[in-house]
């Protein structure tokens, strides 16, 4: 396995952390190769190359077909090499077979903008923290950006990325820390409201109760409005954000007043989670009109 934080190694037992959960914090290029694949072995360089000059823009996930062979079923892998890009959940683009370096950067540029001054500094600890947290490696990240933040504590993007790790470890108390020392302008970037919109859903979850316990209990008695909404919570934090905003839009059309119209602020937070992704405006209109 490569020791770029930016290449991460993908099995069954890592793929719902690397590629669910880590395609909501960045885009991951799934590199689906074999060892007796000749062009997976021209292509793999090149790939390497262009993810440490992005420098944690975006992830490199390499599955092993031979290995993995449920992975590569579960996600329609019919030739070697292929290369999937998967951005907040979704494939938004893919190619197959061992395209020149040329190609394959213009392949990202259409989804992936180079980090300004990105290339100038490879050590930029918040692009690795990222990384790092993407991997699952999240202790990792915080220690690295606990150091930076120590030798530069005015710096807000360290105290948001590390907010976001120390949420993603349980520890709420310093991720509120790290939004109480932001300063204004700080405070209004898309990346500090995730952060909030995190604390909030932390906040409202129930950790004595798991979602599985509580998907049994909406579907016994589609009236439980207090299982329907932890249950929205849980899924939310894992980041399956559709399916939790459609389950509190119905909880919201059902029973407004439950939690002091607490399904409408959970989306609201989950809005702020989800930032610039486009399925935003389509449930923005659907809850308007659930209101309306």
């Given at each position: 396995?490569?020791?770029?934080?930016?290449?991460?190694?993908?099995?069954s037992?890592?793929?719902?952390?690397?590629?669910?959960?880590?395609?909501?914090?960045?885009?991951?290029?799934?590199?689906?190769?074999?060892?007796?694949?000749?062009?997976?072995?021209?292509?793999?360089?090149?790939?390497?190359?262009?993810?440490?000059?992005?420098?944690?823009?975006?992830?490199?996930?390499?599955?092993?077909?031979?290995?993995?062979?449920?992975?590569?079923?579960?996600?329609?892998?019919?030739?070697?090499?292929?290369?999937?890009?998967?951005?907040?959940?979704?494939?938004?683009?893919?190619?197959?077979?061992?395209?020149?370096?040329?190609?394959?950067?213009?392949?990202?540029?259409?989804?992936?903008?180079?980090?300004?001054?990105?290339?100038?500094?490879?050590?930029?600890?918040?692009?690795?923290?990222?990384?790092?947290?993407?991997?699952?490696?999240?202790?990792?990240?915080?220690?690295?950006l606990?150091?930076?933040?120590?030798?530069?504590?005015?710096?807000?993007?360290?105290?948001?990325?590390?907010?976001?790790?120390?949420v993603?470890?349980?520890?709420?108390?310093?991720?509120?820390?790290?939004?109480?020392?932001?300063?204004?302008?700080?405070?209004?970037?898309?990346?500090?409201?995730?952060l909030?919109?995190?604390?909030?859903?932390?906040?409202?979850?129930?950790?004595?109760?798991?979602?599985?316990?509580?998907?049994?209990?909406?579907?016994?008695?589609?009236?439980?409005?207090?299982?329907?909404?932890?249950?929205g919570?849980?899924?939310?934090?894992?980041?399956?954000?559709?399916?939790?905003?459609?389950?509190?839009?119905?909880?919201?059309?059902?029973?407004?007043?439950?939690?002091?119209?607490?399904?409408r602020?959970?989306?609201?937070?989950?809005?702020?989670?989800?930032?610039?992704?486009?399925?935003?405006?389509?449930?923005?209109?659907?809850?308007?009109?659930?209101?309306?």
């Open positions: 396995m490569s020791d770029s934080p930016y290449i991460v190694e993908v099995n037992a890592n793929f719902e952390s690397v590629l669910v959960q880590g395609s909501m914090e960045r885009p991951i290029l799934i590199d689906f190769w074999a060892d007796w694949c000749e062009p997976c072995k021209t292509l793999i360089p090149i790939l390497e190359k262009l993810v440490e000059e992005y420098q944690g823009a975006f992830l490199l996930a390499k599955v092993d077909t031979e290995a993995e062979q449920m992975i590569a079923q579960q996600l329609g892998i019919r030739s070697l090499p292929t290369v999937k890009l998967l951005i907040q959940g979704q494939i938004v683009d893919e190619f197959t077979g061992a395209l020149p370096e040329g190609e394959v950067r213009a392949f990202l540029e259409k989804h992936i903008q180079m980090p300004e001054g990105q290339a100038e500094n490879p050590d930029d600890p918040v692009a690795i923290a990222q990384a790092l947290q993407a991997q699952g490696q999240t202790d990792q990240a915080l220690a690295i606990r150091e930076a933040q120590a030798a530069d504590p005015e710096n807000g993007d360290i105290a948001i990325q590390l907010g976001l790790a120390c993603a470890a349980g520890n709420y108390d310093d991720a509120r820390q790290c939004v109480g020392i932001l300063k204004e302008d700080d405070a209004k970037k898309p990346e500090a409201a995730r909030r919109g995190m604390l909030t859903l932390s906040d409202a979850d129930d950790e004595a109760r798991d979602e599985a316990s509580l998907s049994a209990a909406v579907e016994a008695d589609k009236t439980d409005s207090e299982a329907a909404y932890l249950l919570i849980k899924q939310a934090l894992r980041g399956d954000f559709e399916t939790s905003i459609n389950g509190l839009l119905n909880l919201m059309q059902r029973d407004r007043a439950y939690g002091d119209d607490g399904a602020k959970a989306i609201l937070s989950i809005f702020d989670i989800m930032g610039d992704d486009p399925k935003v405006g389509v449930l923005r209109r659907k809850m308007f009109n659930y209101l309306h």
